[in-house]
């Protein structure tokens, strides 16, 4: 797919119908969408890549990534400062439809990507738990209500990452007593590269894996894709790419 024009979100991934993730975006910023089967193509494709603030990678297969791409979108996080978000599904990460393992992508990650497939589900849910400090970039669900997701990437993060959002695994013995067991995975990773901010989302915002993170908040927000939404989804996601375009 040949890019036209310089919106501030580039968003690769995803299918028409999966548009949850872009519609909460387009609420907050404009917004650029190649889907997940189109690699991107035309001969303005690298320079323009780097005319973005943020490229977001939802279930976008690596291989749609040349290694010029890649080497691109390098130079734009790290020498221009441009932010990069990878979030979790079966084609990002060591997901088995395009893993991004031993990738320049994946030197970019605050984390660690398996050489296997790298999937991981939780049927009773995973829950989604801020760790206590403060930060920008989860400002507005830090103290609320927690949410689950039921599956992500089984990433782990770097030396020198931060890690904002942990998981929180819901086992039931036989008893049907609850507990949690807290995952080896961050569900929400952060670092600086360079001279760009970068995040690893493990879990896909989109379902099945989404879960009730879809529905958190009590209010409801209508997306101009068509969907509707919890509140404090559209503010996770916001808040998350305003911190990794520097706006806060």
């Known amino acids: 797919m040949s890019l036209s024009k310089s919106p501030e979100v580039l968003f690769l991934g995803?299918?028409?119908?999966?548009?949850?993730?872009?519609?909460?975006l387009s609420s907050a910023f404009r917004v650029?969408?190649?889907?997940g089967n189109q690699p991107l193509s035309g001969a303005d494709a690298e320079p323009?890549?780097?005319?973005?603030?943020?490229?977001v990678l939802?279930?976008?297969?690596?291989?749609?990534?040349?290694s010029a791409h890649q080497e691109t979108l390098a130079t734009a996080v790290e020498r221009d400062g441009q932010g990069l978000l990878m979030i979790g599904g079966w084609s990002s990460f060591g997901g088995p439809r395009g893993s991004y393992y031993g990738s320049r992508v994946a030197e970019l990650l605050p984390v660690d990507i398996a050489a296997i497939d790298d999937r991981v589900n939780t049927p009773l849910g995973t829950v989604l738990v801020p760790r206590p400090e403060s930060h920008p970039a989860?400002?507005?669900v830090h103290g609320q209500e927690h949410c689950v997701v039921v599956g992500y990437n089984g990433v782990r993060a770097k030396s020198g990452a931060t890690v904002l959002v942990d998981g929180y695994a819901l086992r039931l013995d036989g008893r049907t007593t609850p507990t949690l067991e807290r995952s080896d995975t961050p569900v929400l990773t952060v670092w600086e590269r360079g001279a760009g901010r970068v995040a690893a989302l493990a879990p896909d915002?989109?379902?099945?894996?989404?879960?009730?993170?879809?529905?958190w908040g009590e209010q409801r927000m209508?997306?101009?894709?068509?969907?509707?939404?919890?509140?404090l989804y559209v503010a996770f996601l916001v808040d998350l790419c305003r911190w990794l375009m520097r706006l806060t």
């Open 32 to 35: 650029a969408r190649v889907y």
């Open 58 to 66: 939802s279930d976008y297969r690596s291989d749609n990534l040349t």
């Open 222 to 231: 209508a997306l101009s894709t068509g969907n509707e939404v919890g509140h």
């Open 14 to 24: 995803e299918g028409p119908r999966a548009n949850y993730v872009e519609g909460a």
């Open 138 to 140: 989860i400002q507005s």
């Open 205 to 215: 915002m989109m379902p099945h894996w989404a879960g009730g993170i879809l529905d």
């Open 48 to 55: 323009r890549l780097r005319e973005f603030g943020l490229l």
